[in-house]
């Protein structure tokens, strides 16, 4: 149950967000353009990481470089 202390663990990179303009969901209220984030998981779809809510949240690598 790798997902339950995702916030404890280690970052394995920084990845700065390039945009939030999503086609299907609402990112922009939990990512800001420009803003750095540690990544703490990586799938090939979608980076893992600590967004402006405090929470660990999954998002596609499409809006980060």
């Known amino acids: 149950m790798i997902h339950q202390d995702w916030v404890n663990r280690e970052t394995i990179k920084t990845v ?3 945009h939030t303009n999503a086609k299907k969901y609402m990112v922009n209220r939990a990512l ?3 803003k750095s984030y540690n990544v703490k998981n990586e799938t090939e779809e ?3 990481v600590i967004d402006n ?3 660990i949240g999954g998002y596609y ?3 980060f470089a």
């Open 53 to 55: 809510t405090g929470k």
């Open 46 to 48: 979608f980076y893992f």
């Open 61 to 63: 690598k499409e809006y």
């Open 16 to 18: 700065k967000c390039i």
């Open 32 to 34: 800001t353009t420009g």
